[in-house]
């Protein structure tokens, strides 16, 4: 059992790194350590950002971050290129890797993976969410949930309830709904448009 999560843990994080851009040698430069008890108690003043690891024992807050973030409560004010891991994950830009934690959200698009309890993308997210309540505004990769929920899917959804608008791929679930289809927008079992 121990190394199946190691192994799911491993392949979490490469699917997160396989994710950063092309142009990932040319991140924004940053302070290569935080260690934070609670913002602003933190040793890099959070207006700055990070490239390295950020350590937060209760809250941390930074500009960009690019690295890996572990805390209880992380906060990237900019944009987030590697990995988060804490009960309560927020990116207020793009997302460029992944984020683990009770509750995970991106303000904008997010590329790579999100896993948790509630997972939010409030934009474009490519990649996958696994976790109980998955939401993207658009969404393009696989969704694997209790509730999975989408304005545009291009992908799977694999859950109980299955939501989007617009359908260009395949629901299996309990309840599989793609309110814009013609014929059958609402199915039992299995869902699909191309």
Known sequence: MKKQILLSA??????????????????ASGKPFQLSLVTPMQIVNE??????LG???LYGS????TGFDLGLI?????????????????AEKNVYGGQSGLVNAAESDAHGFQEGFVNYINGKGTGA??????????FEGVQFGVINSTDNMRGFQLGAVN???TL???QIGIINIASSKKDYPVLPIINAAW
């Open 129 to 138: 969410q696994f976790g109980g309540f998955n939401r993207s505004t658009d």
């Open 62 to 65: 930074n500009n960009d971050f």
């Open 47 to 52: 207006s700055e950002s990070i490239s390295g």
């Open 74 to 90: 992380n906060r990237v004010n900019g944009e987030l290129r590697g990995y988060q891991w804490g009960a309560f994950n927020y």
């Open 163 to 165: 939501i989007t608008q």
């Open 168 to 170: 260009n791929g395949l």
């Open 10 to 27: 491993v392949v979490m994080m490469s699917l997160g790194l396989a994710a950063l851009p092309a142009y990932a040698g040319e991140m």
């Open 55 to 57: 350590i937060n024992l």
